[in-house]
């Protein structure tokens, strides 16, 4: 057991932290996309769809006692991967795991979720948590995204509980099981099973959607986010389907020709249509690739200590007396609008 098994950082809702964060678990051929719209048949466009990740303003207990009144219901289900969630600053992961731990037949988990799924699969709710914060290396991958400290904390500060004005937030998913929709929130008492499943996908929205609506008017700080198959795995098929088709094709043309056939343009004219798609297919290939690749930039940022260059900048500034005249504009802009700290739930 870890000494440190309960130093859990925050985790960024950023669908490139989560796509780097389950790549880093050892799983392939996964990524996570930021939704805009809980329209099915976006989502549809987006298949193999494994489940939703779906994040919240916390609102206490009534995030769970509203789950009692809402169309599903708490179940004990020993088919669902559910674990509770016994450490601080682990839902977003928990979230993640509720997703991949429960479609370990259609995604390869490699060797690290492997085996701490076939460890925990026997163990209770309560205690299939406390696996998973002893496990080090799902807590090592998960910590590798911890902000630096740039300046000293209070500690009284830092363990103050969350009051009145803080804004707490928190990760729960979504995800088939056996013909069923499950909503997994780890600190609930267990999965809430929001019926048949033929149509997930659809019913999904009408669950999210009701969530949101118990919520005041005018309230938008939601965030969703799918756990879908690498795009660029499924493109590189599709271009490879299409490359057959056109051999195909050109070896039919080639036979027209010899027989002078009528039918050589049309044979052209489906080659041409064949060729255009796969020019399209590869502009998606080099989409996703470049999308990756800001992924990785961002998240390289995302780990650095920039004091050093904002000390530099600041000292430059004051040499040319133009520090304080930006001081008092950014003072003055802060007074302008309300302060609300915000922190993750847990």
Not at 50 to 69: D, N, V
Not at 107 to 130: C, K, Q, V
Not at 133 to 159: G, K
Not at 210 to 217: N, P, T, V
Request: glycine residues 6%.
């Amino acid at each position: 057991m870890s000494n440190e098994n309960g130093n859990w950082c925050l985790i960024e809702s950023d669908p490139g932290v989560f796509t780097e964060l389950i790549h880093n678990m050892g799983v392939r051929d996964v990524q996570v996309e930021e939704l805009y719209s809980l329209d099915s048949d976006t989502l549809r466009g987006m298949e193999p769809v494994y489940g939703l990740i779906f994040l919240f303003k916390w609102q206490g207990t009534a995030s769970h006692s509203g789950s009692q009144q809402r169309a599903g219901k708490v179940v004990d289900n020993n088919d669902v991967f559910f674990a509770q969630q016994i450490i601080q600053n682990a839902c977003a992961t928990q979230a993640i795991l509720s997703i991949l731990l429960n479609r370990e037949s259609e995604i390869e988990l490699g060797e690290t979720l492997t085996n701490f799924r076939s460890f925990a699969s026997d163990l209770p709710p309560d205690m299939r948590g406390l696996a998973l914060t002893n496990c080090d290396q799902i807590r090592e991958v998960h910590n590798s995204f911890v902000r630096p400290e740039s300046f000293l904390t209070d500690p009284d500060e830092a363990r103050r509980p969350a009051g009145e004005d803080d804004d707490l937030f928190h990760f729960i998913s979504y995800v088939p099981v056996n013909g069923r929709l499950y909503e997994l929130d780890g600190l609930s008492r267990g999965p809430v099973d929001h019926g048949d499943s033929a149509d997930w996908l659809e019913r999904v929205g009408e669950v999210i959607q009701q969530r949101m609506g118990e919520y005041k008017e005018g309230e938008i700080r939601f965030n969703l986010m799918a756990v879908i198959g690498d795009r660029r795995k499924m493109l590189t098929q599709q271009i490879s389907s299409v490359d057959r088709d056109i051999s195909v094709l050109m070896a039919e043309l080639e036979k027209l020709r010899l027989e002078e056939s009528k039918d050589v343009g049309d044979v052209e004219s489906r080659i041409a249509g064949l060729n255009s798609e796969r020019a399209e297919l590869e502009h998606l290939v080099d989409l996703e690739n470049g999308k990756f690749a800001r992924y990785r930039f961002d998240n390289s940022l995302r780990k650095l200590n920039f004091i050093p260059f904002v000390y530099q900048l600041a000292r430059a500034m004051a040499e040319k007396g133009v520090l304080e005249p930006a001081v008092d504009r950014a003072k003055e802009k802060a007074r302008s609008r309300p302060h609300r700290q915000q922190r993750p739930a847990m």
